[in-house]
T-cell receptor, first 115, second 112 residues
């Protein structure tokens, strides 16, 4: 079974530039998550999709961050414009039917450095 | 406020020794508690998941315990190996599996 794919693996940009990350979840997984993990901290949920609908985006800085999951499969996360404090690893995860006990499978993450 | 705390922040042990990592939470209503292992440069990988009615669960050399009354969990690693060097993250779910609250992790280093 293929895992969660993310690209790019690394990205370096200057502040005020835009950046986009892509995630391809495990085939058949209805739920997709985007997390931000700052160095030395645990992941923080940014947005959760159930198929192509948003379940939770309460911690997404909507003035600069946006995400979409067209057709309920792949997802993209965009930052525009980027700030220095956005430097972090952006993790995508997916899980199956939302029973509450399903396992989340994480991708390798995209490491973003904002200069 | 829903929070998950972990201790110690970091730990160094010698190969072959046992260790125990702690997790305290104030998440309510409680749904389940998970332990993840995160190798450097990789995404977290699930080790165990426990619901309210479970007080222990094992996965190989990893054994997790849960005391729902005191809102504490521990992860015990037996006969540590160099490959156990990683961050171990405690995650508590509220509201029927939604609202995952992540702890900051414990950084474990196993030395030869």
């Amino acid at each position: 079974e293929a895992g969660v794919a993310q690209s790019p693996r690394y990205k370096i940009i200057e502040k005020r530039q835009s950046v986009a990350f892509w995630c391809n979840p495990i085939s058949g997984h209805a739920t997709l998550y985007w997390y931000q993990q700052i160095l030395g901290q645990g992941p923080k949920l940014l947005i959760q999709f159930q198929n192509n609908g948003v379940v939770d985006d309460s911690q997404l800085p909507k003035d600069r961050f946006s995400a979409e999951r067209l057709k309920g499969v792949d997802s993209t996360l965009k930052i525009q414009p980027a700030k220095l404090e956005d430097s972090a690893v952006y993790l995508c995860a997916s899980s199956g039917i939302r029973t509450g006990e399903e396992t989340q499978y994480f991708g390798p993450g995209t490491r973003l450095l904002v200069l | 406020k829903n929070q998950v705390e972990q201790s110690p922040q970091s730990l160094i042990i010698l190969e072959g020794k046992n260790c125990t990592l702690q997790c305290n939470y104030t998440v309510s209503p409680f749904s389940n508690l998970r332990w993840y292992k995160q190798d450097t440069g990789r995404g977290p990988v699930s080790l165990t998941i426990m619901t309210f009615s479970e007080n222990t669960k094992s996965n190989g050399r990893y054994t997790a315990t849960l005391d729902a009354d005191t809102k504490q969990s521990s992860l015990h690693i037996t006969a540590s190996q160099l490959s156990d060097s990683a961050s171990y993250i405690c995650v508590v779910s509220a509201f029927y599996g939604q609202n995952f609250v992540f702890g900051p992790g414990t950084r474990l280093s196993v030395l030869p």
